[in-house]
């Protein structure tokens, strides 16, 4: 994370200047410090505030809403690292702190400013393929913290893999999809014995339109398959975000029957046949999208695409399914649809 910011910075030079750094570790505040030109490194997030205008939280899930409250108290807008914070009390805190103290609060969700997921969007929307009816979500990974490290303590996680990585992507699907309806969500720890809670879940929920979206995400992934990718299957075709590779495909349904071959009778769709739509460099996290957007927000008094009431949307969506989850039952998701935000 730290390195990627550090390009992030490096990169937007002219719109962002970094000048005060804080760390728990005063060693690796002045690290930072001096990797990103800062005049100032603390022990004390507290004593940054007098050299800042806007702050970039990056802590455990648990300290978010502490600090963040303790930020827009200060007067400074707050650019929150996901989740937003580990219950719906916190979140409604700091988007009424937002609010009161008129300042921007924005979440940062990367997936919804890069570039392949924006192009995504746009296709959707304009039914590229025909209209949606499935979208699946894959994100595969071996995440095992060291011993000690909060990554594996539900408490300042704020819970599992689920919440504190699969909330990414439940923001997607809402981004996409609209209204949810019903849901279920079921989690293991069987493979990620390290994890508190699951490190290994499986989403699916429907939407008003008749659409699915389907979310699976492992942090005990010791191969894969899929890595980091999107299958949008559509009327017409299925379009393909490969954000491991950095590709946008569009796949187009075969004209009459499909060729056959392969294990399961049917060819899988071919990446050298495929029409690619957008290609991006595969060695960025592309956080640049965020920032820029967070500083367009700030100057230009906007709201944020992942504003606060947005993202406590998507974490009301997991908290329900969770919930469904105990009592072995179905989630009833009406009413949390991004343009139903209520207080």
Known sequence: ?????????????????????????????????????????????????????????????????????????????????????????????????????????????????????????????????????????????????????????????????????????????LWFLGRPTTGIHMGTRLGTPWMEREGTSDAVIAFESGALGHHFGTWGARATRHGYAIHAHCEKGMLEVNITAGFLYAHHGFEGEPPKGGIGGTLSPDPLQAEIILQTDRESKHLQGELIHFVDCIVQSLEPLTSGPESLQGLRVIWKLQEAEELGKFADLTGLGFDQFEK
């Not at 007098?50 to 007067?75: F, M, N, R, Y």
């Not at 969007?121 to 990974?141: A, M, N, P, R």
């Open 1 to 173: 994370m730290q390195k990627s910011h550090q390009q992030i910075f490096q990169d937007l030079q002219d719109k962002v200047i970094v000048t005060a750094t804080a760390d728990i570790d005063l060693e690796r505040a002045k690290n930072a410090a001096e990797i990103l030109g800062a005049d100032h490194a603390f022990v004390d997030y507290r004593e940054l505030f007098p050299h800042v205008d806007a702050v970039l939280i990056a802590t455990p899930h648990d300290l978010h809403h502490e600090i963040g409250i303790a930020a827009l108290k200060a007067g400074k807008h707050v650019l929150m690292e996901k989740p937003m914070a580990i219950s719906e009390f916190e979140c409604l805190d700091l988007i009424n702190g937002a609010k009161a103290a008129d300042k921007t609060l924005m979440t940062a969700y990367p997936m919804r400013y890069h570039p392949l997921i924006v192009r995504l969007k746009s296709l959707l929307d304009e039914e590229y393929l025909g209209k949606v009816f499935h979208i699946g979500i894959f994100t595969e990974q071996l995440t095992q913290a060291p011993v000690g490290h909060w990554l594996r303590s539900a408490k300042q996680l704020g819970g599992g893999q689920f919440f504190s990585h699969g909330c990414h992507y439940i923001d997607l699907l």
